[in-house]
């Protein structure tokens, strides 16, 4: 049997050639194919094997004083802020101010144990979750932040920011909780109100809510990852989850406003438009080159597969006949990404700094993958977009993350991605604590 791979766009051609003694074709798990059909074009899916996973950790090295990130020609890529702890997620106030959530992953004793013993441990930062929000000023600037501090802290586990008027908002895992903010502001001492409960932790990294608004600030949406990879703790347990929620400022009017999204992190919305898109990190365990991450708009209402189908109508086996009705009205995405890359950032380009043709395009900041038998993701991807539409298949943006593909050795893990007011890029390294900025050359 032969694999002729194009793992960027996730492209299998399959040729059988084996034959049993009694001259009957011999069939393997991988021999039947599904094609979808997407806005960026159609795809080939291998079928569902839960034998074929493997893992690959990486082991986080740490930049080199003489060595950064590559991008495009055209393009400098410098050090924007560093000395963080677990520097996740990045968010820009009006006036300027930037906000950067510390936090990372929490685990017991137990679970350290066993990622030492994988090997898992060498693939995120060490110590504990910093739980804090610090400010960074660039009032001159020149693309270096001259102002920093602590902004908030004691939080648990944040990563969403927002601002809505005379409120700043913060996305914990267990919950949203709402501070009161005079625009320049530079540290919040006064105590939150909470104003949205959730469920706190999750799979893997599923401890992450994102949280953006829309253009009135009329309605915000919680973005809240699944609490396993497919449910096999059972439903009961994934209440409100794998869900982009839809509340009032207030915390009021809770909806569910899209479903079945298993990791929808990063969450924007197309230039000039009230359509909202989101990047969704996949399952696990069905081999090297399924499930696809994606990139897709949001459909109010719509449901996306999660736990029981992928990709479109694609039956999880593990989940086989538990919930047909579901399978049938799953929602194809738009944009499929290489499986198991965790994509996770999110960033439309909204300004017109950059050439002409990442104009309203997004970038998408995948943290890279732990569960495949060689590394994929460690970088920042672009997807260009014409009239609101996806017009390309993904392309690489901001690479050189992987220092030894071989060996499995990275020098960070590239995550959220945001657009600054002047239409530089940063990107958040929240493995080797590292902020950089991508500015086009004038």
């Keep these: 049997m032969k694999y002729i791979l194009f793992p960027a766009y996730i492209l299998i051609s399959i040729s059988i050639s084996c034959q049993s003694g009694s001259g009957k074709k011999e069939q393997s798990v991988a021999d039947t194919v599904a094609s979808v059909a997407t806005r960026s074009g159609s ?5 569902p094997d839960t034998t074929a996973s493997k893992n690959k950790f990486s082991d986080i090295i740490g930049w080199p004083a003489d060595k950064s990130p590559a991008a495009p020609q055209g393009f400098v890529v410098t050090r924007f802020a560093d000395g963080f702890q677990s520097p996740r997620w990045m968010y820009q106030a009006p006036n300027g101010d930037i906000f950067v959530a510390e936090a990372s992953t929490e685990k017991s004793l137990s679970t350290k144990a066993k990622d030492l013993v994988s090997g898992k441990a060498k693939s995120h930062q060490k110590g504990g979750s910093a739980n804090r929000i610090t400010i960074l000023r660039d009032a001159d600037k020149d693309g270096r932040p001259e102002f920093r501090q602590t902004f908030l802290e004691g939080l648990k586990q944040p990563l969403g920011m927002l601002i809505v008027n005379n409120s700043f908002y913060v996305a914990n895992t267990d919950g949203v909780v709402q501070y009161p903010y005079t625009p320049g502001q530079s540290k919040i001492t006064a105590k939150g109100k909470r104003i949205l409960q959730l469920t706190a932790d999750g799979y893997n990294n599923h401890w992450t809510r994102n949280i953006i608004a829309n253009r009135y600030g009329s309605k915000i949406y919680v ?12 439903m009961e347990h994934e209440v409100r989850r794998a869900n982009i929620l839809e509340i009032d400022p207030d915390g009021s009017g809770e909806r569910v406003y899209a479903s079945g999204l298993r990791n929808p992190v990063g969450m924007d919305w197309y230039p000039g438009s009230k359509t909202l898109w989101t990047a969704v990190n996949e399952r696990d365990g069905l081999g090297d080159e399924l499930v696809p991450d994606y990139l897709t708009s949001v459909k109010e209402g719509g449901f996306y597969g999660w736990p029981y189908a992928y990709f479109g109508q694609n039956e999880d086996p593990r989940l086989k006949g538990v919930r047909p009705d579901l399978v049938k009205k799953t929602t194809v995405p738009d944009v499929p990404l290489e499986a198991h890359s965790a994509s996770l ?15 309203n395009g997004a970038f998408i900041g995948q943290h890279g993958s732990w569960n495949r038998s060689e590394l994929v993701g460690y970088k920042v991807v672009f997807v260009p977009f014409k009239n609101g539409k996806p017009s390309g298949k993904p392309e690489d943006f901001l690479t050189g993350f992987i220092a030894d593909q071989e060996e499995g050795k990275v020098y960070g893990r590239p995550v959220g991605v945001s657009v600054l007011n002047d ?20």
Excluded: C, M, Q
């Design 43 to 47: 795809i080939t899916l291998p079928e």
């Design 223 to 234: 973005s809240v990852g699944s609490a396993s990879n497919v449910a096999e703790h059972g």
């Design 345 to 359: 950032g999110l960033a439309f380009y909204g300004k017109k700094a950059f050439p002409a043709r990442y104009h």
């Design 423 to 442: 239409g530089s890029l940063l990107v958040a390294d929240d493995a080797s604590n590292v902020i950089w900025r991508v500015a086009a050359i004038k």
